[in-house]
């Protein structure tokens, strides 16, 4: 059974949520320490994390962030805001999903569903990253799958990218798409094939997430020294350069 924490400060919904997740067979936690979450977060091990913006203390981007410096755990924001600028935020600071308030349980369940699948069940490439590792013996771990182009390797297993002898971890979403890219390089993937490779309920997906989540993919690349290998290609969708890598064009 997978497990799912609930960051929510409102107790009536976060009871809500917490028994439509156990409806469903998963065990739920709702949190308790807003001050300071991590503790709990990582002694729980969640395998999903619903995510309220509107916090006490610090706002749910800060602990988006804080979760992402040890997992790659999907995070599903769950807030009244329902802005585009909001929805961008919660992508760029690590989320992988957004759904407004008020919440439709069933949608919510659907994408739920949808990012386990993705993460742990049938669609997963590989074993998912590690959630909140201790440290030992990481670095020592097998890759079950992995990928090459050019000497860029990624590793599905653990949503590491390696170039150069120099590596950077990927968020879920940014694993996918460098997924996506790695296995068809120099060919267009088209924006519709890359929402549906991230996200089940495409129609609820704004088009702007995927180009905010290619930006951070390329934000990762060019840490490693590879500015210029993801092509946009205008009405179209993207795709990996051909070209030696680093020399291609935007």
């Keep these: 059974m997978y497990r799912i924490f ?3 400060d409102d107790i009536k919904i976060a009871t809500i949520l917490k028994n439509k997740m156990e409806q469903y067979g998963y065990i739920s936690q709702a949190a308790t320490q807003f001050q300071e979450l991590m503790p709990e977060i990582e002694a729980f091990d969640p395998q999903l994390v ?6 006490p203390y610090f706002d749910g981007y800060y602990w988006c962030r804080q979760i992402r410096t040890r997992s790659s ?3 599903i924001f769950i807030s009244a805001r329902s802005g585009e600028m909001d929805q961008v935020m919660a992508i760029e600071n690590g989320g992988d999903d957004y759904i407004t308030k008020p919440i439709q349980l069933e949608l919510l369940m659907a994408k739920v569903r949808g990012s386990l699948r993705r993460s742990y069940g049938e669609y997963a490439p590989a074993i998912s990253a590690t959630d909140f590792p201790d440290g030992a013996g990481n670095e020592n771990r097998q890759d079950s799958s992995e990928l090459a182009v050019q000497g860029l390797r990624l590793y599905m297993s653990r949503n590491e990218l390696e170039w150069d002898k120099r590596r950077v971890e990927l968020t879920k979403n940014e694993g996918l798409l460098a997924e996506c890219l790695l296995r068809k390089p120099g060919q267009i993937i088209s924006r519709e094939q890359l929402l549906e ?13 995927l180009t905010v989540n290619v930006t951070r993919l390329r934000k990762k690349l060019e840490e490693l020294g590879l500015p210029k290998i993801i092509e946009t290609i ?3 969708g993207y795709k990996l350069s051909t070209y030696p890598l680093g020399e291609g064009e935007d």
Excluded at 197 to 209: G, K
């Design 6 to 8: 609930i960051i929510e």
């Design 73 to 75: 755990v999907p995070i």
């Design 50 to 55: 619903l995510l309220d913006i509107n916090l």
């Design 197 to 209: 490779a991230l996200w089940d309920d495409v129609q609820f997906v704004d088009d702007n997430t």
């Design 234 to 236: 205008r009405g179209q």
